[in-house]
């Protein structure tokens, strides 16, 4: 899960670039708000597959006693 984000956070970090770079930015602004983004996208997408995987294994320890109960 975590390469997937890290991949994701990688295309989003050049598609930024290239955004930045079209509108004639100096290239360590282009730079320097492109990685801001890289970090900011790759921590929130980390805590939200966090909270995810959470959930799911919380649901599953829930049936499984419920199954172990019966």
């Known amino acids: 899960m975590n390469k997937i984000i890290l991949h ?3 295309l989003v970090f050049f598609l ?7 509108r004639g930015m100096m290239l ?4 320097l708000k492109s990685f801001v983004i890289f ?6 997408l ?3 597959a966090i909270i995810f995987i959470r959930s799911v294994n919380k649901t599953a ?3 499984n006693k419920k ?4």
């Not at 360590?28 to 730079?31: E, G, P």
């Not at 199954?67 to 019966?70: D, I, L, P, V, Y």
């Open 61 to 63: 320890t829930e049936k």
């Open 67 to 70: 199954f172990q109960e019966t």
């Open 16 to 22: 930024s670039i290239i955004f930045f770079s079209q």
């Open 39 to 44: 970090i900011v996208l790759t921590v929130i």
């Open 8 to 10: 994701f956070g990688l």
């Open 28 to 31: 360590q602004d282009v730079i």
């Open 46 to 48: 980390n805590v939200v």
